[in-house]
């Protein structure tokens, strides 16, 4: 039986409105490949580490990291990106950070970044690729292969949020609903009391210490 838990997790499948081939920003998109659109969540330029490439945002380890953040803070929103990870990776995506708490994921809900296959995190389903990170496993197994692209969605509207990855989306649930809330309680954010809770904040790429590339990255503002 499908309890109240388990449904503020549940995902339909469904079709993605881009693929992994788009170079140019969709109506109302703006594109996000540029540095002078980052900055680390101290306020200042991004670390070496982090690089532009053509359409892709770059992070290569032991050149000077850190998490880097949007210079705008966005409430309602879609966010699309590609993404690739060297094998045993881990990165993240995060959404809704506060610019005033350093420590990113003590705000902000984490869109996982993952070599399921190689690192220790693919062995939990609520943090494989895709997932809310530790909150909501994707309810089927979509990614690729290390260093291979995958397409990925983040949509959040008013409270109402969905992860897709490779055309599927494989993550949904409410923040604040006592699903959402029950799910936190049992979890390592159960003593972090500022977590899921911004209406509006920053985007978010981890320095998770491995190599990671984000591509064609470009977000609307939802109306």
């Known amino acids: 039986m499908l309890t109240a838990l388990h449904a ?117 389903p609520k943090t494989r690729a895709g997932s809310n990170y530790a909150l909501c496993a994707p309810t089927q197994s979509v990614v690729k292969k290390a260093d291979e692209w995958n397409t990925a969605r983040i949509v959040v509207r008013g409270d109402h949020v969905e992860h897709w990855l490779n055309e599927v989306k494989v993550v949904e649930y409410t923040l604040g609903s006592p699903e959402w809330t029950a799910l936190v309680k049992e979890s390592k954010f159960a003593n972090v009391p500022e977590y899921g809770k911004m209406k509006t904040g920053r985007l978010v790429l981890q320095d998770h210490g491995n190599a990671v590339a984000f591509r064609n990255v470009r977000v609307k503002r939802l109306g």
């Open 8 to 124: 503020v997790c549940l995902a339909v499948a469904g079709i993605a409105l881009a693929g992994p081939q788009q170079t140019r920003p969709e109506r109302g998109f703006v594109s996000l490949v540029s540095l002078d659109r980052w900055e680390s969540m101290r306020g200042d330029a991004p670390g070496k580490g982090w690089t532009v490439e053509g359409d892709e945002i770059r992070y290569t380890p032991g050149a000077g990291g850190g998490d880097i953040r949007t210079k705008e803070d966005y409430q309602d929103f879609e966010l699309r990106f590609d993404w690739k990870i060297e094998a045993g990776g881990n990165s993240g995506v995060f959404y809704r950070v506060s610019d005033k708490n350093p420590t990113t994921w003590a705000t902000g809900p984490e869109y996982q970044v993952l070599d399921d296959e190689r690192h220790p995190d693919g062995k939990n």
